[in-house]
Structure formats: structure tokens, C-alpha cells
């Protein structure tokens, strides 16, 4: 469907993307994940056109749209801002490109109604200023005006990192649900790492203008192909040095030279170890009370390692207990430095 | 594609050919060559015998008679500085941050400045206090003993624009004490501060940028005022250069080189300070850190005594405000006779300052009584006042509409991130005009432009017969560009970048994007600067005056001429009581203006269908109670 090859985008002496390649399949949903200044929003400016690599080729539906201006090439965006023209109604925001277009009014009529109903904006809303919109109704406004001139792909910029906490999570769910529903393939850059797992079909992690890695939500969180993507998504334990060597001293598979991480969520307390599995003996320090999950904070004597429970009331522990740690090698994603992921289980 | 692209290519390269064309003619052809041309004439004097000597006027300004018109103007500047200060903080505390009773009342008496100023102001207040004005009158009435003069020279120059030149206050010191959070205020209470240290070391030194540009301002505004010492009679710097430009070398030596050399030196002052202005402009702001801002409440004077003061000084300052106010829209209604003898006649209101003429019959030296036909005639039917009227309108109205079309093109290239660095070439050469003097931008254009030879303009005299009013115009236009596109660029910045990128991926071309998406976003502010520039132009004197000519005699150039026609030889009976009407007219159009502006444009499009909603509403239970009301008596 969309193909990237080799794109290479610079800015003056920057390079801001290094040989980019990604290939997204039909209707799928798409992610490019990663902090900001990592490229993933030149990306996406690349293939929507505003940005025009130095080489490199922007392929959707074998057609070559690299050089081919932007107005043409049937990809709708919904912005981070939304950039909803705030002198217009909202019928007349969505009505836009159809004017452009030249259709005929009764025609243009029809489709605003037709989209403005999928994206569930009343016939009364239609009539308003964006301003007079919540968020989220300005939301599915950007939505329905990307999608009303039929575009073959919906490319979204961060478009729900203004919004509130709360209203994130409900639009997210709404955002998911609508693509299913349209089947339309989408691009969508987020910096929020929960927020790509959640909406993802598969997710491109983006730093320094790389590529790390492309995989499905599962694959990038539990077999992290770089030392930076295990990093950056979710949060992990690094095994220090003593650490390794007492689980190496149990005769567990763990290689000393590389860098050894192991997932909060991996580790558990005082419960006995299954085969294979190791206890490391501990003291709670600190517990962060999160109300689905309580966090750990349990020193080691040469490291402090974070720990989640989940808080069902039957394993709930104090500050100075004397804990055990158990831990399953298995678990432990190793990297060796510089060099790409060795991922076990 | 290509030979689309390519087409696209040449189309753009002309286009920048001819804006680039159209911005040098501007800047060189009205800005740089006139004003270089006054700089260079001081140095062109020729002596008795005809030899060129170049420093003639430097040695003339040296030996004396030149340096008073210098000192009297800075003596007024700096005198303004501290009054307008004072009076100016003095007005936006008693109805901003204090707690006043009346004081919504007072800041309308306050801001009347806003709907009148320059000549309209000053004739109002020599209505009231020149030696035959109705105050001085009924005080010389009451004590025969009262100088009657005494509303003459410097002290009625600064008493005048002490109260004239507060609307920037007004304005800008308003809008900063009402920016202020008022959560510091209370974290000050609340730690033992009383409400006057509170203004002392909280709120003043927040207000310390905005009085500093105010104060800037004033300076200026003081050493280049125009029509108060011209109308009261005070020798400072302009009125001496209009003198002199219009002078001649038959009647002393080389006026017009003094002329230069008067108005460069006003433009190194002003260029001095603007300096100063912007590098502390540039050092920054003291910016609120606050996220959520609390309104700022008033302040109870508590202290009974010093409660009492403020109300009397605030009252005193609103009749000072008002008085010139009140009697300008009454006498405006009253006979010829009852302004000449400074009595109001409660009996007799008119219209015929207005509308309408009437015949006047005096009686003459041999004893015979004549009638002068339509010697009494108001505002609209008096030929020379209308013809004024609707000059001053024409040419505002143009130069207004000129000025905001250049500066929005300049502001749209400029907006391109392609274009930075041309970009801020192109903003300086617009800014360029608000380091010079208004007087030295149209003294040198009548200079420069007085000549066959300018080969830019077709080697036609701009200053000659009609032409002069395309000369004001270019004034009008060039000096109002820095205003505009301080404004103006202002309102370029709320447009978002994503817009423009979300209307060319719905496939707009680049003029359709102008026009649909971002003309509608700035269109409110480019509109609101068109009316402040052509509210600033209608009643423009310091232009016109020094074009001084037939053909380019302003609106305020006849009122004006008003003050000392009078009855002369029985014309013009009643041009104090035109006089009158033309400031209402004035303040009524400013009003309307400045309601336009800040009332109804302010509001987005959310406001407005909000508006039209209600109004809506409104017609449909008028309707449905008429409804109701046949029905009932069809049952009935």
C-alpha cells in the first residue's frame, strides 16, 4: 500500500531522516512511536508532501508519489492542532475540499451529512463555529473533514496530545473504533507510548532519525530489538553487574558482557520460584500507591529494583519488609553494547 | 507536469520581480530620496554673492535664534513627560485598580480624548478658555480683575495636551494593570502589604515597560506637536518649519535650509530615543508566569481621609475631562448670538450649525441695514467645511486602504519561511517611516516633489495645483505603514501554520488559501486598522498644514480657519457655532469608529452566530406573541 524506500531527508546539513524504509500494509493501522526530534513527524510531512526528500521514493498503490504536489495526492491529514479554519462553520470546514473539488452543492451537501453522521456530529453542530466544539467534537470535525474527499489514507500528527488526560483515553478508544469502521489505512505519530500499543496494528520506533524497530505492539514491548526501544517503551529494570553474576552464580542463562534488562511486571514478590526460576532476597523501601497496581521500590543491597503487584488485596507489602524477588531468566532482554537485541523466551 | 511546474515557476518569478519593483519605488521614490534630499539642501546654501557655503546654517543655528524653537519644544516634552504621566496614571488607577464610586462614568469622561484630539480638541478647549471663550467670560464677568489672556503660550499648550495626550494610557496602561494576576496582589495582602505598598512594589513594577514605551511616546509626541502651539501660540519646532517652508529668501536668509536643518535635528532626537525604546523593548518583558490568572479586583482605599482625596481628585479630573466635552455638543445647538455672547440660551436650540442656511442682516457704517445671503450655514451646507469634509474623507479613506493593502501583501510574503531574510529587509523599509518626524517626511516631499525634475514620477510637480493631494496621499499612506503593520503583522501570527498546511492538502491553491482561509482570520484586524488609520486621517492637521495649499485645505485646515473668520465683514456669522458641530461631528464618527472596531469587530465567529442566534430568538417570540394576540381575538 505505502512504501517507503530509502528516504533520506536533510535540513541545511542536518539529516533528519537517515535511509527510511517502512512498507504498510492495506487497512492496516500504523504508528510511528518515538521522542520528539526523532523524525517521526518529518515522516509522515514526507509522505503527505510537505517535505520533499533527497532521495529516496514515496510509493502508495505502486505509484511513485514522491515529486507530485501535495493537493494531489489523496492523503487526508487530521493535524495536531486539528487546524480547523476558525472563520467557518463547521459545515464549511468539512465542505472545503469538495469546493475545491468543484461539486456540485447538492452533491457536497449529501457527503458532509453523510460523513458528519459516521463521525456522530449532530445537523445542529454542523451549523457552528469550531470555537463553540469541545475537544473532542473538534476532533471528529478534523476527522470527517479528512475523510470526507475519500482519501486512500488518513495520516494523524499527534492528535490527541492536546487534549486532557481523560478525554484522551475516550477519544483514543473513539479514534480505534472509527477506523475499524471506515477500514481506511492510517498513519499516526505519537510520542505516547501507551497510546501507540493500544491503537496499533504495528508501530515503527523512530530515534535520531532511524528506524529502531517495526513490529506489532507485542513484539516491540516484549522483544525490544534495541537497547532504546526496550527503554523507551514501558518501563524496565537494568540488571547491574552483581546482580547478573548471582543469577549467573545459579547457573542461569544470562550472558555477563551484555546489558540485561528484565520488565517491572516480570518480577514478582515472595511467591516460590517455579524451575528455573531464581529468589534474590530484598528490603521494600518505597511503595507508590497507583490504585490498579502497587509499585515496589525493593533494594537488593547492591541495586534498588522496581516491582508491580497488583493491588488484590492479598499481597500488600510494607517499607523496611524483608522481601524475596524471584525472577525468571527467561524474562531478560540482553543487548549487547552497540550491537543489536539477543531476545530470550 | 513540468510544463505546468514551469509555468508555475515563471509566474512566481514575475510575481517577485514586480513586488520587489513595487517596494523599492516605495522606499526609495517616498522614503529615502525626499529625506535625503532635505538632508543634503543644508548643506546647499548659497550666501549674498552666490558662492555655495555649506556650513552657513550651522553657524546661523550657532549664533542664536534658532536654538529657542529647539529649547521651547524640549521644555514642553519634558514638562509632558511628567504631567501626562501623572495625569495619565493618575486616570487608569481611580477607574482601574481602585475602588472609585461613579467609576465607569469617569472612565467614559476619561477616554473622551479618544473620539477628539489634534485641532478638534484644541479649538474645543479655546471655546472654553481662549480670551473671548465662555469660561474665561463668565470668570472675567465675575471678576473684572481676571486676566483674560491667561489660556495663552506655554501654559496653554501644556495645560492642553496634559489632558490631550492620555489615550495612549487609556489605552495600553489599562490593558497591563488588567493583565495583572491578581493572585500577586493577594499573595502581597496576605503577607502584611498594604494596598499602597502593594501598588508600590507589586503592581508598579509590571507596569515599568508599558510606562516606559508611554513615556517614550510622550516625549515625542511633545517635541513634534503641531497643533497646539500653532493654535495657542507657542513657538516651538513645527510650527516654525511651516513658517519657514512656506518663507521666502526675499524675506530673510535661507528659510528652507533652516527648515531642513530643524527637522533633521526633531529626527535625530526621535531616532535617539526610538532607539533606546526598542533596545529596552528588546531586553524583555517582565511575563507573567502564572497559568491560570485571576482577575484583578479593586482595591478599597481604607484609610477615610485619603478616600475622601481620591474621590475629589477623580471628580476633579472628570470635569477638567468633560467640561470642554459638554459645552462643545451644547453650544453646537445654540444662535449665532447666544455664542457670541458666551450665555447659553436655554430658550433658542438650532439645527443651522448643522443643516441649513440663513441670511444675516447687519447693519453698516453709513447706517443701513444689508443682508449678507446664507451667511449663516452649518456643517453640511457650508461649501468650503463640506468641501473639506469630503476631501479629508476621500483622502483618509485612500490612504487608509492604500496602507493596509501594502502592509498585508508585505506581511504575507513576509509570513513565507522562504522569504526570511528578504523578509526582514522588506519589514525594516516599512518601518523606516516611524524613525522620521511626520514634518520631515512632508516637508521634504513638498521640497523634493516642488520640481520638474524628479524623473520617477514622470517629471510632473507633485506640489503643484491638483497633484498636491496624490502628494498627501503618499504622505498619509507612508506614514501610517509602521502603525499598520505593527498591527497588522500582529495578526498574522494567530495564524496557525497548520492551517495553511491542512487547506493545501484539501487541495487550495496558494490564492485560495489567502483568500478563504487566512484573509477571513486577519480580516478583522486589517479592517480595525483601515478605520484607527482613517480616524487618525480625517482629522489630520500637521499633514495638510504643512502642505499648506488651495488645493489640499483638510477638514482640519478649515476648522482652523474657523477660529478667526468670525463675522468678519459679515461672512461666516456663525463659525464658532460650526466650529462646534464640526467637533460633534467629529466625535460621533470616532465614536461610531472606535465602537465598530473594538465592540463589534472583536468578535470571533463564534460570538457573532451566537449574536445572530439571540437575535433570532428574539424576532420569533416577538412573532409568536403576535401570534398569540390574533389568535385571542379570533377567539375573542
Not at chain 1, 146 to 152: D, E, M, N, R, S
Not at chain 2, 37 to 64: C, E, M
Not at chain 2, 167 to 174: A, K, Q, V, Y
Not at chain 2, 565 to 573: A, D, H, Q, S, W
Request: a positive charge; glycine letters at 6%; proline letters at 3%.
Amino acid at each position: 500500500m505505502i512504501k517507503l524506500n530509502d528516504i533520506v531527508v536533510k535540513f541545511g546539513d542536518f539529516t533528519a531522516l537517515h535511509n527510511i524504509n517502512v512498507h504498510v500494509k492495506e487497512g492496516e493501522f500504523f504508528t510511528f512511536l518515538g521522542p520528539s526530534g526523532c523524525g517521526k513527524t518529518t515522516t509522515l510531512r514526507t509522505i503527505t508532501g510537505f517535505i520533499e526528500p533527497v532521495s529516496g521514493s514515496v510509493v502508495v498503490k505502486d505509484r511513485d508519489i514522491t515529486h507530485v504536489p501535495i493537493e494531489d495526492r489523496n492523503i487526508g491529514i487530521v493535524f495536531q492542532s486539528y487546524a480547523l479554519f476558525p472563520t467557518m462553520t463547521v459545515y464549511d470546514n468539512i465542505a472545503f475540499g469538495l469546493k475545491i473539488k468543484k461539486m456540485k452543492k447538492a452533491e457536497i451537501d449529501r457527503k458532509v451529512r453523510e460523513i458528519a453522521q459516521k463521525v456522530d456530529l449532530s445537523d445542529e453542530q454542523l451549523k457552528k463555529a469550531v470555537s463553540q466544539l469541545s475537544g473532542g467534537q473538534q476532533q471528529r470535525v478534523a476527522i470527517a473533514r479528512a475523510l470526507v474527499t475519500g482519501p486512500a489514507i488518513i495520516c494523524m500528527d499527534e492528535p490527541l496530545s492536546n487534549l486532557d488526560a481523560k478525554l484522551r483515553v475516550q477519544l483514543r478508544n473513539e479514534l480505534k473504533k472509527m477506523q475499524k469502521d471506515f477500514g481506511i489505512t492510517t498513519i499516526y505519530v505519537t510520542h505516547d507510548q501507551e497510546e501507540a500499543l493500544t491503537l496499533s496494528d504495528r508501530i515503527a520506533v523512530f530515534n535520531k532519525g532511524y528506524i529502531e524497530q517495526i513490529g506489532t505492539p507485542n513484539e516491540v514491548y516484549n522483544h525490544s530489538k534495541t537497547e532504546f526501544v526496550c527503554n523507551f517503551i514501558g518501563d524496565i529494570n537494568r540488571l547491574e553487574d552483581e546482580v547478573v553474576e548471582k543469577l549467573v552464580a545459579t547457573g542461569a542463562a544470562v550472558d555477563a558482557m551484555k546489558h540485561n534488562y528484565v520488565r517491572l511486571e516480570r518480577l514478582h514478590v515472595n511467591v516460590p520460584p517455579q524451575p528455573g526460576q531464581v529468589a534474590l532476597r530484598g528490603k521494600v523501601t518505597m511503595r507508590e500507591y497507583y490504585g490498579l497496581y502497587i509499585k515496589y521500590y525493593i533494594d537488593l543491597g547492591s541495586q534498588s529494583i522496581k516491582v508491580i503487584e497488583k493491588n488484590d488485596g492479598v499481597r500488600i507489602y510494607e517499607e523496611g519488609q524483608e522481601v524475596e524477588v524471584v525472577i525468571d531468566p527467561r524474562d531478560i532482554m540482553a543487548y549487547a553494547p552497540g550491537e543489536e537485541a539477543e531476545v530470550g523466551a | 507536469m513540468t510544463q505546468r511546474l514551469d509555468r508555475k515557476f515563471h509566474a512566481d518569478w514575475l510575481l517577485r520581480l514586480v513586488g520587489i519593483a513595487f517596494f523599492a519605488y516605495l522606499f526609495f521614490g517616498f522614503m529615502l530620496l525626499p529625506c535625503l534630499n532635505t538632508l543634503t539642501s543644508i548643506f546647499n546654501v548659497k550666501n549674498s554673492s552666490g558662492a555655495r557655503d555649506p556650513l552657513a546654517v550651522i553657524r546661523f543655528f550657532l549664533a542664536g535664534s534658532m536654538g529657542k524653537y529647539v529649547w521651547n519644544s524640549l521644555r514642553l516634552a519634558i514638562l509632558l513627560m511628567i504631567t501626562v504621566n501623572v495625569v495619565g496614571i493618575s486616570i487608569v488607577l481611580l477607574t482601574e485598580y481602585f475602588d472609585i464610586k461613579g467609576a465607569k462614568i469617569l472612565r467614559l469622561g476619561y477616554m473622551t480624548t479618544m473620539i477628539y484630539s489634534g485641532v478638534a480638541l484644541v479649538t474645543g478647549y479655546m471655546f472654553l478658555y481662549a480670551s473671548d471663550g465662555i469660561l474665561t467670560t463668565a470668570l472675567k464677568n465675575a471678576f473684572p480683575s481676571f486676566n483674560p489672556n491667561w489660556f495663552s503660550g506655554f501654559n496653554a499648550v501644556l495645560f492642553t495636551m496634559t489632558f490631550a495626550c492620555t489615550s495612549n494610557h487609556m489605552l495600553f496602561l489599562r490593558n497591563a494593570i488588567r493583565g495583572i494576576d491578581y493572585n500577586t496582589v493577594e499573595a502581597a495582602r496576605n503577607m502584611g502589604a498594604n494596598p499602597f505598598k502593594v501598588l508600590w512594589k507589586v503592581v508598579f513594577p509590571t507596569l515599568i515597560p508599558t510606562l516606559f514605551s508611554l513615556t517614550v511616546m510622550t516625549f515625542i509626541t511633545g517635541l513634534c506637536a503641531m497643533s497646539a502651539p500653532t493654535l495657542l501660540g507657542y513657538d516651538s519646532i513645527n510650527p516654525e518649519i511651516v513658517r519657514l517652508a512656506g518663507s521666502s529668501t526675499a524675506d530673510e536668509s535661507f528659510p528652507q535650509a533652516r527648515a531642513a536643518l530643524l527637522s533633521i535635528i526633531l529626527a535625530m532626537f526621535t531616532i535617539v530615543l526610538l532607539t533606546v525604546l526598542s533596545a529596552y523593548e528588546r531586553k524583555g518583558h517582565y511575563l507573567s508566569v502564572s497559568k491560570t490568572k485571576a482577575k484583578l479586583q479593586k482595591q478599597k482605599i481604607n484609610n477615610p481621609v485619603a478616600n475622601v482625596l481620591a474621590h475629589i481628585y477623580a471628580y476633579v479630573l472628570f470635569i477638567i475631562y468633560m467640561t470642554p466635552v459638554v459645552m462643545i455638543i451644547v453650544f453646537s445647538f445654540q444662535t449665532y448670538q447666544a455664542i457670541r455672547l458666551k450665555k447659553l440660551d436655554l430658550g433658542s436650540w438650532t439645527l443651522i450649525n448643522f443643516f441649513g442656511q440663513q441670511d444675516y442682516e447687519y447693519l453698516t457704517s453709513r447706517g443701513k441695514y444689508k443682508t449678507r445671503v446664507g451667511s449663516i450655514s452649518g456643517v453640511f451646507s457650508n461649501e468650503a467645511t463640506l468641501g473639506g469634509i469630503k476631501l479629508s474623507f476621500l483622502l483618509s479613506a485612500l490612504a487608509a486602504a492604500l496602507a493596509c493593502v501594502i502592509v498585508v501583501v508585505a506581511c504575507n510574503y513576509m509570513f513565507n519561511k522562504k522569504h526570511k531574510k528578504s523578509g526582514v529587509v522588506l519589514e525594516y523599509a516599512l518601518l523606516f517611516p516611524w524613525l522620521l518626524p511626520t514634518i520631515l517626511i512632508c516637508y521634504s516631499y513638498r521640497t523634493y516633489f516642488n520640481s520638474n525634475s524628479v524623473w520617477y514620477v514622470g517629471n510632473q510637480n507633485l506640489y503643484y495645483a491638483q497633484n498636491v493631494r496624490l502628494l498627501i496621499i503618499m504622505a498619509y499612506t507612508v506614514t501610517k505603514l509602521p502603525f499598520s503593520l505593527r498591527m497588522i503583522k500582529a495578526s498574522f501570527y494567530a495564524i496557525d501554520e497548520e492551517l495553511e498546511d491542512a487547506a493545501r492538502n484539501l487541495g487550495s491553491s496558494p490564492l485560495r488559501t489567502f483568500l478563504r482561509v487566512k484573509l477571513p482570520i486577519i480580516l478583522p484586524s486589517v479592517l480595525a486598522v483601515f478605520a484607527l488609520n482613517f480616524n487618525a486621517l480625517f482629522t489630520e492637521y500637521d499633514m495638510s498644514a504643512t502642505f499648506a495649499s488651495t488645493y489640499g485645505t483638510s477638514y482640519a485646515m478649515v476648522i482652523q480657519a474657523m477660529c478667526a473668520e468670525e463675522g468678519l465683514y459679515g461672512y461666516n456669522v456663525n463659525a464658532s457655532g460650526r466650529r462646534c458641530a464640526s467637533t460633534v461631528f467629529i466625535m460621533l464618527v470616532s465614536g461610531l469608529i472606535l465602537y465598530l472596531v473594538y465592540g463589534v469587530g472583536a468578535r470571533d465567529l463564534g460570538e457573532r452566530l451566537d449574536a445572530r442566534k439571540r437575535r433570532h430568538d428574539r424576532w420569533d417570540r416577538f412573532l409568536s406573541l403576535f401570534a398569540k394576540k390574533q389568535t385571542s381575538e379570533v377567539k375573542g
